[in-house]
């Protein structure tokens, strides 16, 4: 599959992501590999367990659940789309609303991606996990 083929999966789903579409989930699970290797900056730290390491889709799943019952979306806007053979850099600013504290945390984001035939094999994502632990306590 082509880069710029990989690059516009990419964009639907982060379009899907930043509407609020409840298919957005199900739609990067029919993305990622069997195997995927999905990280985060955040590791699992106290208060942003959903950002523990995943290997394979039901993890992934698991990923995006952790997110939902402690997390609400306030906003998400894609910047950019940097695409070089299998590699993809997202770049986001997104705000998300603690569902236990209510308060707000906002937040530059970047999300990278490695692909091979048009499904993700790597994930990793960078925020600002310090003002993402503020926001749970």
């Not at 523990?52 to 993890?59: D, Q, S």
């Not at 995006?64 to 770049?91: C, M, P, T």
């Not at 937040?107 to 993700?120: E, F």
Request: glycine share 8%; charged share 35%.
């Amino acid at each position: 599959m082509s880069t710029d083929a990989d690059r516009e999966k990419l964009k639907r789903g982060y379009e899907m992501w930043a509407a609020g579409d409840p298919a957005a989930v199900e739609y990067f699970l029919d993305l990622v590999a069997d195997d995927v290797d999905w990280k985060s900056l955040g590791d699992g730290r106290p208060g942003m367990e959903f950002s523990r390491t995943r290997k394979g889709k039901g993890e992934v799943l698991g990923y995006f659940q952790d997110i939902a019952s402690k997390w609400k979306l306030v906003n998400y806007h894609v910047e950019a789309i940097v695409s070089e053979g299998d590699r993809h850099i997202v770049i986001c600013d997104c705000a998300w609303k603690h569902s236990d504290t209510g308060k707000v945390v906002e937040t530059p984001k970047i999300d990278t991606y490695r692909m091979k035939d048009g499904i993700i094999t790597e994930f990793r994502e960078y925020y600002d996990t310090a003002k993402t632990a503020e926001a749970t306590i």
